[in-house]
């Protein structure tokens, strides 16, 4: 079964009209996976990685809160329904959420769903941090200092960052760089997916409609664009 068409009609029905900023943001964060998965993972981890970048938020979805926690709520939800025990835990354990949870005083509950480490996870959070809530990309370091700006010192968020967040965060950023490069390098020039406007991609429905914007992004490069309010 693939369980990206799953996975994006779940999220769909949850954020498209309640929450269409954050639908936006984790489209965004899809059309990274699609273009990074087909660079780094074969098969079957391409599918996880662009299913669990479209249904990442989806704890946001009002009907879903359960402990005011979105990877948890997310992931708690998406277990319910019968996804794969990986993107269960892809899901709770989005952008270094462990931090975050521990702060919260919700370690136990994320117990639950053991972090992995792996190329998806990497790249999965690589997608998140790189993607503003208007589904655009957004460099790396300019998403983590406005989230300092916009929380505030004393917030959750900003705690987590620097109890090792951010850390983990820029290593998981910096580790799925890394395999960008080396496989572009290993790749002939013209089946590059990062390669322009001809470049190699699957056609999937997290794609931009006509009235969007493109996206502007390679995963070859590092992403620019203005700070935005990261999800």
Not at 120 to 149: H, K, Q, S
Not at 156 to 164: E, K, P
Not at 166 to 188: F, G, K, N, S, Y
Request: glycine content about 8%.
């Amino acid at each position: 079964m693939q369980l990206t068409p799953w996975a994006f009609g779940l999220a769909e029905k949850l954020l498209a009209t309640e929450l269409p900023r954050r639908w936006a943001h984790v489209r965004g964060t899809a059309r990274h996976a699609n273009r990074i998965g087909l660079l780094i993972l074969d098969g079957d981890e391409q599918d996880l990685l662009v299913a669990a970048a479209v249904s990442h938020d989806i704890g946001y979805a009002r009907s879903l809160v359960r402990y005011g926690f979105h990877p948890l709520d997310g992931a708690t939800f998406v277990a319910r329904v019968g996804a794969p025990d990986r993107l269960t835990r892809l899901v709770a354990n989005h952008s270094a959420s462990a931090f975050a949870a521990g702060i919260r005083g919700m370690s136990e509950e994320m117990s639950r769903f053991p972090d992995e480490s792996t190329p998806v996870r990497d790249a999965l959070w690589y997608c998140d941090c790189v993607t503003d809530p208007n589904g655009n990309p957004i460099a790396f370091e300019a998403r983590m200092a406005e989230i300092r700006r916009r929380h505030g010192l004393d917030s959750v968020n900003v705690r987590a960052l620097d109890a090792g967040g951010l850390a983990a965060r820029t290593d998981a950023v910096r580790r799925c760089e890394q395999r960008m490069r080396a496989a572009a390098r290993r790749q002939p020039a013209q089946a590059r997916p990062c390669q322009g406007p001809a470049r190699a991609n699957r056609a999937g429905p997290w794609q931009r409609t006509r009235s969007e914007p493109p996206a502007g992004n390679s995963p070859c490069g590092a992403p620019a664009g203005a700070p935005g309010d990261p999800a």
